[in-house]
């Protein structure tokens, strides 16, 4: 029989950090096209931060000012 406790995932902060943004900004700057669903996504993952970098793109989501 296995002893060993389990141990907790990763936590939240360590998963959302600049990383993800810089990908998002990677991603927005070499053109690709990212789905309406997605860019929502990164937005309730990431806050303002990734809303500011979708508007520079010149992107609007639906339902925001």
């Known amino acids: 029989m296995n002893s060993r406790k389990p ?3 990763v ?3 360590h998963r959302i950090s600049d990383d993800g943004l810089d990908r998002l ?4 700057d070499s053109g ?5 669903p997605v860019l ?4 309730k993952r990431y806050g ?3 809303l500011e970098i979708i508007e520079q793109h010149g992107i ?3 339902g925001r000012k």
């Open 40 to 43: 929502q996504q990164w937005v």
């Open 60 to 62: 609007k989501l639906p």
């Open 32 to 36: 690709v096209k990212i789905s309406q």
């Open 48 to 50: 303002d931060v990734a």
């Open 11 to 13: 936590s939240r902060d």
């Open 25 to 28: 900004r990677k991603q927005l």
């Open 7 to 9: 141990s907790p995932g």
